[in-house]
């Protein structure tokens, strides 16, 4: 299996996307992550759900976990209210490595390597022609499982 035959169509956001949307769409279609791309389409980042996730907790409550347990469900409930007014790229933390790219005749095992070696639940397959790198597709660490298991003789 090569990466262009387990690409699939993936949702994508620009550095500008308002972060409540991005929250949004990761929830609505139960998203691991987002690829991030630039006013091109090449990937930036990618944004792991767990990263906005991080976003909505409070700041003494991510130092002191204990503490979730006394905040009430109403102000919980307003948790989401962290995203408002921000961006994207104020979501991506400041030491975000660069997303994990594989090249469309890589074989599943080198994107197996990509994804484990960056801790990725996604790799974006970007080809190369004379106009630049371009977006084939992603890979999900749960499809590529599934087709790797599918070829297994198990």
Known sequence: ???CDLAVEYETVGL???AVDAARLMAEQRLPALLVVDVLGAPKAILPASQMIKILVPGYVLDDPTLAAVVD??????LCAALAGRKVSDCLSASVP???????????LEVAAQMARLRSPLVAVVGQDKAGPHLLG??????????????APC
């Open 1 to 3: 299996m090569r990466a």
């Open 98 to 108: 660069p997303p994990a790219v594989v090249a469309p005749d890589d074989t599943a």
């Open 16 to 18: 500008d996307t308002e």
């Open 73 to 78: 469900e109403r102000h919980a409930d307003r």
């Open 138 to 151: 992603v890979i999900t660490a749960a499809h590529l499982l599934d087709r790797l298991l599918a070829a």
